[in-house]
């Protein structure tokens, strides 16, 4: 059975009408949800009472980001500059990490959090769930963040060792853009 100009015209008709309510609920659900997700960012407050909050720099009383640049702030204990602390996305294994990293003013770790994270469950999501895993990272130098296997001073997590690798490797990925902005 031949298809006629009419009944041509009739599905291009009633497709454009699709396409054109599928816009107009897409418009309003961004704006809700747009709406909603600069609430709770509000409510949470800006990555500064977030490093308060996680304590990668454990005497810092308030944090200050740093003239010009992206993803550094400055540690003050009282009006002491006592280290730098920041918050960035960086490459995990399945998906992006984001960590929150302190530092003194030599950039010897203070502390790291893992904030969010995607990794397999039950095995890449340890380095976020073991305390242990995070907490040897404080009173290394950039010389020693590496894993133990690399011939780093960080033990990996068994079972977890390329999502602990992802880590590391973040860790000394957001130290070096620490470094070039507070220059």
């Given at each position: 059975?031949?298809?006629?100009?009419?009944?041509?015209?009739?599905?291009?008709?009633?497709?454009?009408?699709?396409?054109?309510?599928?816009?107009?609920?897409?418009?309003?659900?961004?704006?809700?949800?747009?709406?909603?997700?600069?609430?709770?960012?509000?409510?949470?407050?800006?990555p500064?009472?977030?490093?308060?909050?996680?304590?990668?720099?454990?005497?810092?009383?308030k944090?200050?980001?740093?003239?010009?640049?992206?993803?550094?702030?400055?540690?003050?204990?009282?009006?002491d500059?006592?280290?730098?602390?920041?918050?960035?996305e960086?490459?995990?294994?399945?998906?992006?990490?984001?960590?929150?990293?302190?530092?003194?003013?030599?950039?010897?770790?203070?502390?790291?959090?893992?904030?969010?994270?995607?990794?397999?469950?039950?095995?890449?999501?340890?380095?976020?769930?073991?305390?242990?895993?995070?907490?040897?990272?404080?009173?290394?130098?950039?010389?020693?963040?590496?894993?133990?296997?690399?011939?780093?001073?960080?033990?990996?997590?068994?079972?977890?060792?390329?999502?602990?690798?992802?880590?590391?490797?973040g860790?000394?990925?957001?130290?070096?853009?620490?470094?070039?902005?507070?220059?």
């Open positions: 059975m031949a298809e006629t100009k009419d009944s041509t015209v009739m599905i291009l008709v009633k497709l454009t009408l699709i396409a054109a309510v599928a816009a107009v609920v897409l418009t309003a659900t961004y704006g809700v949800t747009q709406a909603q997700l600069e609430k709770l960012a509000a409510e949470a407050g800006g500064d009472k977030q490093l308060l909050e996680m304590g990668v720099v454990p005497d810092a009383t944090f200050k980001l740093v003239g010009g640049g992206e993803i550094c702030y400055e540690a003050y204990d009282g009006g500059l006592i280290g730098y602390g920041a918050m960035a960086v490459q995990g294994m399945q998906d992006i990490l984001t960590l929150a990293v302190g530092v003194d003013s030599d950039f010897v770790v203070t502390g790291v959090a893992v904030v969010s994270q995607k990794e397999t469950p039950g095995i890449g999501d340890k380095v976020q769930k073991d305390e242990g895993f995070v907490a040897q990272f404080a009173g290394v130098g950039l010389d020693g963040l590496a894993l133990s296997d690399d011939g780093g001073q960080i033990d990996g997590i068994s079972g977890a060792t390329i999502s602990s690798r992802y880590v590391t490797d860790v000394v990925e957001i130290i070096g853009k620490m470094q070039q902005e507070v220059s």
